[in-house]
């Protein structure tokens, strides 16, 4: 269980190995110890939460391999996007972007392009109304801060 925990309270994602197994198995390793980053609302891709992990404790998540990739996230999923260093424009180093889609008419389509994204998750259904309050409020209020962790555990809803 992939858990995000914001001022407003937990979301929780099923992982799915079936799906993007790679992306599982390298997010499950890098997100063992918690780790607190800005979460902000996307400027480009539409209802989407973007986070991004940091680079240097995570160098092993550049090999994560395109699977499940998508352009049209669904309401829920959770991408996980690789943008090697110098793509986005003032970037030097790579990217590891995580976005929660909270509502319909995601893309991901950038000013570089479209760039698909890892499904690798999905937030549970009793959280979505929870899931759209904090998107919500990301777009209205502005970033904040957020903790991000694989549970071994499934936490109760």
Not at 28 to 46: E, I, K, W
Request: aromatic fraction near 8%; include cysteine.
């Amino acid at each position: 269980m992939l858990v995000f925990t914001f001022a407003a309270g937990e979301l929780h994602a099923q992982l799915d190995p079936q799906l993007a197994p790679a992306t599982c198995a390298a997010l499950s390793q890098a997100l063992q110890t918690p780790v607190t980053v800005r979460v902000r609302h996307a400027m480009f891709t539409g209802p989407e939460m973007s986070m991004q992990l940091p680079t240097g404790p995570n160098p092993q998540l550049l090999q994560t391999p395109p699977e499940a990739a998508v352009i049209m996230p669904l309401e829920g999923q959770v991408l996980f996007t690789v943008l090697p260093a110098h793509v986005w424009p003032g970037t030097t180093e790579a990217v590891f972007d995580l976005g929660i889609y909270y509502g319909p008419y995601g893309r991901t389509f950038f000013p570089s392009g479209w760039l698909p994204g890892n499904a690798f998750a999905r937030i549970i259904p009793g959280h979505f109304e929870r899931m759209k309050t904090i998107g919500r409020s990301l777009l209205e209020d502005g970033a904040q801060d957020v903790t991000i962790v694989v549970r071994e555990r499934q936490p109760s809803p």
